[in-house]
Every structure is written in structure tokens, then in C-alpha cells.
């Protein structure tokens, strides 16, 4: 079996190159992202394995029809970059990572959080300067303090053990309440309005795109924290920058981004930025923006390359798998 690997980095080498002989399985490994150039290259493959910001419309499905491709290998647990219903219409299997480590993105989002409120990264540059004044980062106590937690699967679960750790009351929002969960459900309004920190753990569905937008952030209190570690599309970043000029955040941590395709993963650093929201964002001191690294550890990569190859075993030896992604 052969696998047009796209957006490879050098750490996914790492961890996917080894393996991969132990389940014979063929990478061909391309750097490029997959879009409507590179999509060609996956021609004598028989899958293609993407990554986030890899995405699959109608019409690249299609090119894939055309060249035999019959699986989608997601080296993620999110899935609203594939058109689901178009590759089952073309016949082809879409297979996930539904979990590989919700603690890494838990202990992530958390780390944002805590370095908006006590601002160590500011603190970190100021004093190899030898400047100590620690004028301007004065913080808050999250310890009594209210989370909404929006969306309570898997990685939502592994944030609240960790809010609960700090001793902050947990109110959540999701649509299909978990009953075995300590916490207490409420409205998405309610939550908006009484939460001092919120965080973004559901997926990007029709329903959830732009859940923070003007209106929700005029719910929201004076100086509440947001942290998204999910999906960008979540947030109408516009109406972000507006709440943050008028200072109703007290911080703000992105680990996505609406328009992060082709930004995020890359060093544009000795490029001009065209993207002037993302500039824009960058120059708020409330605002941390890292590049959509929360699951970014080794006990999370190693688990994705296994679940990966796995599926990518289900499809050659012909097996029904368990992470199939359906319509
Ligand atoms: P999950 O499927 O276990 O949980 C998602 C939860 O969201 C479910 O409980 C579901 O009922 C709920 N939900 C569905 N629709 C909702 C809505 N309209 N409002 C509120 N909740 C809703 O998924 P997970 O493993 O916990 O992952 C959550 C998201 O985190 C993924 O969809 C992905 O976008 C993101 N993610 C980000 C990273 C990263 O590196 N930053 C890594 C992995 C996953």
C-alpha cells in the first residue's frame, strides 16, 4: 500500500518513518500542502493522508476519484476540512484519529490561559533585559473563579479535571450533556454571561461557526478570558478585535485562526504579512497567538502515527474501521 503523505514536517518523519516499515505500509512524503497544484502528485497512490489545513472540496475529491485513491487518512481527530458527503460519494473511505492524547490540548489551552493571566511570556523577555518592574502584569486569581466550558467531549473532559484542579466552578454547554460529568449544564447564554474564563472545546459544524461573535461577546463579562484551542472558524475574528478594542477581554489565547491556512505550520517571518487582521491581532498586549500546536506532544504524535497506520491497515486488508468518518 502506498500513501501520498501531504504537509509533512520534519517531526512527522520522526515518528511516522519507522512505523511505517513495521506495518509495510509505502509513505511518499511531500511537503507541500494538498491543494489544487499539488493534488496530482498523489497519482499511483492508493490513499493520501492530510492534515488540517489540507482541504478537500467537491472538486479535489473528484481529482481523486479519477486517480483510484481510495482512502482519506486524517492525521487529526477534527474533520470539517474534507467534504464528508462528497467523498463517500465518490466512493471514498475518510478515516480519523478520533483521540490521541485530549490531555495535550487540555494542558495546552490551560497553559494559555495561565500565561494571559500572569503574563510569563512578558515576564520572560522583560527580565533577560534586566528590567524587573513587574508594572503591567498584575493578574487575576482563577482559584473560586467560573469556567464555561463549551463542549464536553473528550478534550473539554480533560479541561475540566484541570480547572477542577485549581478549584474553579465549572459551568458547560453541549448539546448532548454528559450525565456522569460533575458539572452543571446550562444555557450557551448563560454561560456566555456568567463564565470569567471561557473555553472553546467543541467542533466547527454549520452550528458553531461564529459561536463568539458581536452578539455573544455583549453576553460575555467585563474583562473574561477567552481561550480557543479547537477550530478558528469559531470565532468572527472582526467582531474579536472590536470586544478587544473596546477592553472587554482580559486576555485572549488563539491556538487557531480563521484564515490560518497556509500561515499556520510556516515561516513567514521574513515575509510581509497580507494578512491584516492577523497583524492586527498580533498587536494587542492581551492577545497570545500560537500556531495551532496544542496537541503538539510526543506521547500525542506517537499515538497519531499508530492510529493512522492502523486505519491505513483497516483499508488494506479490506477491514471495517472503527474511526470511519461518515455523512
Ligand atoms: P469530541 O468529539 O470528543 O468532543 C466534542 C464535543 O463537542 C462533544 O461532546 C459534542 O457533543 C460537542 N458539541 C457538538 N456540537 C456542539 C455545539 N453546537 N456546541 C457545543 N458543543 C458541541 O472532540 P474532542 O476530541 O474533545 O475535540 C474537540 C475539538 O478540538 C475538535 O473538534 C478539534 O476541532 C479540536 N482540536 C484541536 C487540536 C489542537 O491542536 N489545537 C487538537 C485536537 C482537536
Redesign the pocket.
Known amino acids: 500500500m502506498k500513501i501520498a503523505f501531504y504537509s509533512t514536517k520534519p517531526y512527522d518523519r520522526i515518528y511516522f518513518e519507522p512505523m511505517s516499515k513495521e506495518y509495510e505500509i509505502e509513505l511518499h512524503f511531500i511537503e507541500a500542502p494538498c491543494n489544487e497544484e499539488t493534488i496530482g502528485l498523489a497519482g499511483g497512490c492508493d490513499a493520501i493522508c492530510i492534515f488540517v489545513n489540507d482541504y478537500l472540496d467537491k472538486k479535489r475529491i473528484a481529482a481523486l476519484k479519477d486517480m483510484n485513491i481510495k482512502a482519506i487518512l486524517l492525521r487529526?481527530?477534527?474533520f470539517?476540512h474534507v467534504d464528508i458527503k462528497a467523498a463517500a460519494g465518490a466512493g471514498i473511505q475518510v478515516l480519523r484519529v478520533?483521540?490521541y492524547s485530549?490531555e495535550a490540548?487540555a494542558e495546552?489551552a490551560m497553559a494559555m490561559l495561565l500565561t494571559v493571566n500572569r503574563f510569563t511570556h512578558r515576564a520572560y523577555t522583560r527580565t533577560r533585559d534586566f528590567n524587573m518592574s513587574i508594572q503591567g502584569f498584575m493578574g487575576t486569581d482563577l482559584y473560586g473563579k467560573t469556567a464555561g466550558v463549551?463542549?464536553?467531549?473528550?478534550?473539554?473532559q480533560a479541561m475540566i479535571r484541570i480547572l477542577q484542579g485549581f478549584q474553579m466552578k465549572i459551568i458547560a454547554?453541549?448539546?448532548?450533556p454528559?450525565p456522569n460529568l460533575d458539572v452543571e449544564y446550562v444555557s450557551l447564554e448563560e454561560l456566555f454571561s456568567k463564565a470569567d474564563v471561557i473555553t472553546l472545546?467543541?467542533?466547527?459544524?454549520k452550528?458553531?461557526k461564529h459561536?463568539v461573535q458581536a452578539k455573544t461577546i455583549k453576553l460575555m463579562k467585563q474583562d473574561v478570558y477567552l481561550i480557543n484551542?479547537?477550530?478558528g472558524d469559531l470565532i468572527r475574528t472582526e467582531d474579536l478585535i472590536e470586544g478587544l478594542l473596546e477592553k472587554k477581554f482580559a486576555g485572549v489565547g488563539l491556538?487557531?485562526y480563521e484564515e490560518e491556512e497556509g500561515v499556520f505550520y510556516e515561516d513567514c517571518s521574513n515575509e510581509i504579512m497580507a494578512d491584516e487582521v492577523l497583524a492586527r491581532l498580533t498587536t494587542f498586549p492581551n492577545v497570545l497567538i500560537t500556531s495551532?500546536?496544542?496537541?503538539?506532544t510526543k506521547e500525542a504524535m506517537q499515538e497519531i502515527a499508530r492510529v493512522t497506520l492502523e486505519n491505513a491497515k483497516d483499508i488494506k486488508l479490506g477491514r471495517e474501521c472503527k474511526n470511519l468518518v461518515s455523512p
Not at 150 to 156: C, R, Y
Not at 201 to 205: E, I, K, S, V, Y
Request: proline share 10%; aromatic share 12%.
Open positions: 487529526s481527530a477534527g470539517n478520533p483521540s485530549p490540548v495546552f463549551i463542549g464536553t467531549g473528550k478534550i473539554g454547554y453541549d448539546p448532548y454528559n472545546h467543541c467542533p466547527l459544524t452550528e458553531t459561536l484551542t479547537s477550530r491556538d487557531v495551532h500546536m496544542g496537541f503538539f
